[in-house]
């Protein structure tokens, strides 16, 4: 971020001015082209191409040509996305908007109009919308409006009476923001992985890594510092990385890091995870690694956030603003970035092609597997009503499913106020199980991996002292339905790939709670949604 490259971007004159949203996929080959005709950029962005294209035009024409024709002909030579809108010191009272891949909505006012890209922009001021279509241009002006084709082709919109309310635009028809961003998790599955896989390599595009492949093919130790939701899902991503790369990893709180004289030998590499980007121990914690020589990473939601910037390298999210102060679609979108990362750091080591393009095939079908969940919320909901009012709870898994349990068990605790415990399954004989009574019910996590049998003799542990089981299985078990006082059946994955699937009941699971308890779902009391504090 800097003032040079804030929208609105201009063309050398500054006579032309452009906001944007979206990407010109061949902006470098644009802006190459117009230096070597003779045009100035001023910014880093994409969308300053598009003010000069517009310009070109123009003086092609000598200015005998109207700025919508202009803009219509500069289009057809830009490739990627963009809701634009545009305005020109020669044409005043005119706004010339158009779309391809990002969304662009009129809103028609009482002697005045409005562009925008999402409905609850507009809501405050009218809420009669024309939705433009991919290659539709629109024209406003204070006399009226008009919507066109590229190929200036009056096309004729109807103008739809939106009836909803503020709030349900700016949650999308559900009560909660929390509800809205779990039921975004295939979308969040399906952006952290656009652009970004390549199947033929068995490998992935990560900027970040590809810009300094050397010394991230170098590096001899992984390092993951994290609070919260964020420490939890590097829990996983620890496992991924030791699964898939061989290379020493562990995970460390934050809060941890910054004040211990934690060792980083020569080639480490020190992942920060934060879905806001601005967690002052994580960003202390990254600090302190770049002191000690390390190489940084981040894996970040808020684009443009302090860790972020102060890590230097990193790879956003892309899952949209979370809202809600309980973490749930960011911890699914780092998940899915952990394996990327850990897919591309393996195929420079010893990961097989096959191997990579195995877990690229199980990704892809992630989306629709999780769309599947989702669509069984309404069960999860029963179960939830049915132990609503127990006062204490045990999240059990291993491996890969001991973060979901702790995630599960915090979900829980910080929205419903329940006391919620999460254990590495193996640990409960060693203490915990002693708690083990029927009204102190336990959620076990058993897909169907290399530690199922361990989770079955858990269960059967729990259920010999008179406790209560709710269990997380693949589809198609049928063992646990027998044993297990509840079951949810979640569809079958790759175990390196099961914590993205088996988290998404456990956060349902909190978020009905919360409900039928009466809880301020979106705003639990004593939370922010970032510490900035320590
Ligand atoms: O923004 P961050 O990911 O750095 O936040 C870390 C934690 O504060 C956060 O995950 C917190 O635990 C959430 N409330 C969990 O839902």
Sequence with gaps: PSVENTHPHTDCGSTIFVVHNGIIENH??????????????????DTEVLAHLIERVITAKQGSIVLEDAVAEALRHVQGSYGIAVVAKSEPGKIVVSRRGSPLLLGIGDREFFAASDTAALVRHTRRIVY?????????????????????????????????????????????????????????????????????????????????????????????????????????????LEELTGIPSEVVYASEFRYASFPLMKHALVIAVSQSGETADTLEAVREAKRKGALTLGIVNVVGSSIAREAGRGIYNYAGPEISVASTKAFISQLTIFVLIALWLGRQRHLSLEAGQEILRELQQLPNKAARILSQSPSVAVIAEKYAANNNFLFLGRMYNW??????????????????????????????IALITEHFPSIVI????????????????????????????????????????????????????????????LQLFAYHTARVRGCDIDKPRNLAKSVTVE
Excluded at 201 to 218: P, R, T, W
Excluded at 411 to 429: D, M, N, P, T
């Design 403 to 432: 973060p979901t349990a702790l995630e599960g068990a915090l979900k829980l605790k910080e929205i419903s106020y329940v006391h919620a415990e999460g254990l590495a399954a193996g640990e409960i004989k060693h203490g915990p």
């Design 28 to 45: 470098a080959y644009l802006a190459d082209a117009l230096k070597r005709e003779g045009h100035w950029f001023s910014s880093e962005t």
């Design 132 to 240: 433009l279509d991919d290659n539709e241009l629109g024209i406003l002006m204070p006399s009226g409006y008009e919507v066109r084709n590229l190929r200036k082709k009056p096309v004729t919109k109807s103008v739809e009476l939106f009836t909803g309310s503020l709030q349900d635009v700016e949650k999308g028809g559900f009560d909660h923001f929390m509800a809205k961003e779990i039921f975004e998790s295939p979308d969040v599955i399906r952006n952290a992985l656009r652009g970004r896989v390549l199947y033929r390599d068995g490998s992935v595009k990560l900027g970040a890594l590809d810009s300094a492949s050397n010394e991230f093919a170098g590096i001899q130790r992984i390092v993951i510092v994290s609070c919260g939701t964020s420490y939890y899902a590097g829990l996983a991503g620890k496992y991924m």
């Design 446 to 505: 058993a897909p169907n991996d290399s530690v199922y049998k361990k989770m079955i003799s858990t269960i059967r542990e729990i259920k010999a002292r008179q406790g209560t089981v709710i269990a997380i299985a693949a589809e198609g078990n049928k063992e646990i339905q027998k044993i297990a006082d509840e079951t949810f059946l979640i569809p079958q994955t790759i175990p390196l790939l099961s914590p993205i699937l088996a988290v998404i009941p």
